[in-house]
Every structure is written in C-alpha cells, then in structure tokens.
C-alpha cells in the first residue's frame, strides 16, 4: 500500500481479554463525506495519500492499513445510574495509534463499521445523521478550545440501515487520545481481574498521566481535568446528554456526541435527549454526574492499592476536591465570559445575577454573552441595575469577546446539514463545517443563518441517541 500511516499499536499489546482481535467489515460502495485535512497535517499524515480512493476503502473499513491491529474494545459501564456489566465496542473498530508530532500517542477508530463481539442486536453500522452530527460538533467543541475526540474522515458505505426507516449508511473516523473510558476500569473490578486492571492502569498513567506516577495522583489529575472539562461544557450551554460512564474518557476528552446539543433558550434544566425521561444528564446537572463518574473511577481503581480501607478514606479525599476546582474554573470561564480576566469570588453573585435573568428571559445563550462582548448587554436580558453594576466592574470587551463564541453548532443547523446531505448536497455540511471552527471569527456572510437561533417551526426539541 502507498498510503502509510505509522502505526504503534500499544494498547494491542495489553492482555488480549481487554479487547478482541477484529477487522472492520467491508461495506457496498463507499464515498467521500469528508477528510479532515488539517487534522491530517497536525497528525503528520500525508492528506493527500489519505484522499485517495486507497484511503477512501480504509476509511470505509473496506481495507485495512499495513501496521494497523484492528480490535473492539471491551468495557462496561453505568447507564442512566444502572450497572451494565458488559458493552464494549459493539459498531466500532480501533485500527490502531499513532504518534503525533507534539508527542500525543492518539487513536484513529472507526465508528459504523460493522459487527463485533460486543455488538449484541445492534448491526455494528452507524447512519449518515449521526456521523456528520458527530462531526460538526466534535470539531466545533476543538474549536472553541474544549478536549475532545477529532473528526478525521467521514464515508458513506452505500448500504442502507434499517432504524425507524431505511436510512444511508455511514462510517466515521474518529482520533482520540484513547478510547480508555471509566467503564473500562470498571469491568476488569468488576470481574476481579486484577492483574488486568494493573495492567490497564500502567497503560492509562504511561499514556494519559506520565507525571502522576502512583494511582492516585492520576485520581486527582483526573479529578481535575474533569472540573476543568465540565466547565468548559457549561460556559458553552454544551449539554453532553449521556453521560454514561463508558462515555466518560480517562484521558479527560468529551467523548460521544450522541444525543449532545447547545442550548438555545438558556435554562438550567434543560434536557434534550428523548431517553433522559428524568433529566438526570440536565445542564444543570452536569457537575454532579461527571462527579458521580469519578467516584466510580476511584471505586474500580481501589483493588489497586494495598490498603484498600485506607485508599477509600483517600480517594474520598481527592474526590471532594472536586468541588472547589471546578467552582474555580467556573468562575475562571464565567467570569471572562463578562469580561473580568480576574474574577473574584464575589463576582459569582454578578454571574449567577446574569444568568437567572436570563433563563427568566428565556435568552439565547450563545447571543445572549456574546451581546456583552458587543457592548449591547441589554441584549442579554439584563436589567437596567446588573447593567450599572457590570459597567461598575470594569468588564473588558476584549476578554468576553475571546470568551463567547458568535456561533455553535446549533440542533436545527445540524438538522438541515443533515437533511441536505440526505439529498446528496454536501454543500451546506461545508459551509457550517467552516463557519463553526471559526466560532469567535466566522465568515459574516456564513454565518448568517448560524448565529439566529431557530424560528419556532425549525426548533429542534429533542435528540435522539440516533445510532
Ligand atoms: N448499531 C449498533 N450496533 C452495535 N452496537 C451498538 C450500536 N449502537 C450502539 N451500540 C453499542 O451500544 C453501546 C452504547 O452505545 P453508545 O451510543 O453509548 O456508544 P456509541 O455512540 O456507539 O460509541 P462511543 O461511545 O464510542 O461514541 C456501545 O457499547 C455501542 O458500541
């Protein structure tokens, strides 16, 4: 093959238990969706050589790469709060890892490309809806400066998939830090595996934690990368929708983009997963479950240690930082977002001011900050007194401006990206591809239609996991 992509496959190294030995399973006729070019440069890898139909069959799990060690992932996890004791990559496939020029040891996997061991009554595929949400949005959130999974390739397969209709088929390639997710940890607990566990425990600090050095210290990293993860997600109006613990990355990346949205109208309840009947994955909530998530990290990492009545007392301790270090990044990312590169913690009453007249407003929270970076916070929904007291403050536009983006991918953007694409026009999937990674800057005459939050009849209420 010309096409070289230089594989070191470490996680294939690892007892064979943690995952089975798996090819992707050829599809009818692939096509091109997209490659992500500068993805491609940044990993080192020739974009040119992977746009060709070589690279096309790869991307479609049509051909696999020389170096490449394909294998399903085993894990379980916590769905919704309840244990399920074994999933695992049930429609995707890791080809292997590469390492990147900045030193980064990263996935590439395919998501959609077919059956494994794990993949239960599921047939292994993904349709063209979810990929190019998964896309748009995984490269959006990197964007605007937010840990993620990257897209690199999306193919459609030429076959179709049966969900509620018949729907086009489609792969995508997704770039990871790793696929290492808590419910990895927590299967091999779960069996009493622990040699396995010790494994994967090396693997995860060698790959995710070179300088944390004991367990847990890579605990308390962890513990901080998700305060700083989820405040992020919060200051965007990012709501995850399914945070699962098989979709919470040990490496500290949002991971999955499933049933995910920005809010439109700010609330802080709001919910938009059609299977999250009791809003436990609410915006709201979202500190309190990535907390939850870790507590479970730390519960599969305690057979690790030994003293395990003292490493609970432990871990509880490193778990309850938890807490301050994401009230501190909230403050850090809220507090720009009204112009205050220094916030101090009186300034949390002048935030939370801001946001419960906006949910009473019902104000577009995208639009809603940004009017501050504009200099317009009656646009905001404030009222005449926070006005008075914000300009009292001494906000610098500057700094709220490099903190509110103009635009995010909004639901009902996606779902016109989705219906045109349907149809064969790429053409709009494009265009919102570039107006949101640029989302502090996009192209005006772009971004037009991206920045207006839906009229009332291209609201989109809810999403669905949507496999
Ligand atoms: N069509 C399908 N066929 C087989 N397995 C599936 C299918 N859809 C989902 N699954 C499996 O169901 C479980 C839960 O799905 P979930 O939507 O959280 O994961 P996903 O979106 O497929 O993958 P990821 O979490 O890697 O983004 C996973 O184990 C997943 O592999």
Redesign the pocket.
């Known amino acids: 093959m010309s096409l070289h992509i230089p594989f070191d496959n470490s996680y294939a190294r690892l007892p064979d238990r943690l995952f089975t030995r798996q090819a992707p399973v050829p599809v009818a006729s692939p096509g091109w969706i997209a490659l992500n070019d500068r993805l491609a440069r940044d990993l080192d890898l020739d974009a040119q050589a992977l746009r060709s139909d070589e690279g096309l069959r790869v991307f479609a799990g049509n051909a696999v790469p020389d170096g490449a060690a394909p294998l399903a992932q085993l894990y379980a996890g916590h769905q919704f709060g309840q244990w399920n004791p074994q999933?695992?990559?049930?429609?995707?496939i890791l080809l292997g890892e590469i390492l990147g020029p900045d030193g980064i040891r990263r996935d590439i996997a395919l998501?959609g490309s077919g059956?494994t061991p794990?993949?239960?009554m599921?047939?292994?595929?993904?349709w063209l809806g979810p990929v190019i949400r998964e896309y748009i949005m995984s490269e959006a959130m990197h964007a605007l400066g937010v840990p993620t999974t990257r897209a690199l390739a999306a193919v459609t397969t030429g076959e179709e998939v049966i969900r509620e209709t018949v729907l086009p088929g489609a792969v995508l390639t997704r770039v990871a830090q790793s696929?290492i997710r808590v419910g990895t940890f927590q299967i091999l607990t779960a069996r009493g595996d622990h040699d396995g566990l010790r494994a994967l425990a090396d693997h995860t600090m060698a790959r995710h934690y070179p300088d944390a050095g004991s367990v847990p210290e890579m605990l308390a990293q962890m513990v901080a990368r998700q305060a700083d993860l989820i405040a992020r997600w919060m200051s965007l109006g990012f709501i995850h929708g399914?945070m699962?613990t098989?979709?919470c990355s040990v490496a500290g990346e949002t991971?999955?983009y499933?049933p995910c949205a920005f809010m439109d109208g700010y609330h802080p309840g709001r919910v938009f997963s059609s299977i999250d009947a009791h809003g436990r994955y609410a915006y709201g909530n979202q500190p309190q479950v990535a907390l939850w998530n870790i507590a479970q990290f730390a519960t599969a990492l305690v057979p690790l240690m030994p003293n395990q009545d003292r490493a609970v007392e432990d871990f509880t301790a490193i778990i309850n930082r938890f807490a301050d270090l994401y009230q501190s990044a909230w403050l850090d990312r809220f507090g720009a977002k009204i112009g205050l590169a220094e916030p101090t913690p009186e300034d949390r009453a002048l935030i939370e001011a801001l946001l419960t007249a906006m949910s009473a407003a019902g104000t577009d929270f995208t639009n809603g900050f940004r009017a501050l970076a504009e200099d317009a916070p009656e646009r905001s929904g404030a009222d005449a007194d926070w006005i008075a007291r914000w300009r009292a403050r001494g906000p610098d536009l500057s700094v709220a401006a490099a903190a509110n983006p103009v635009v995010v991918p909004r639901l009902h953007r996606i779902e016109a990206t989705i219906t045109a694409a349907m149809a064969g026009d790429l053409s709009v999937f494009d265009d919102m591809l570039t107006v949101v990674t640029a989302p502090f800057e996009p192209d005006p005459a772009l971004a037009k239609i991206h920045v207006a939050p839906p009229a009332g009849h291209e609201k989109v209420d809810k999403t669905f996991?949507g496999?």
């Not at 999933?87 to 995707?92: I, Q």
């Open positions: 999933l695992g990559d049930g429609r995707a998501k059956r794990y993949s239960r599921g047939d292994g595929r993904a696929h399914v699962n098989d979709n991971i999955d499933g996991c496999t």
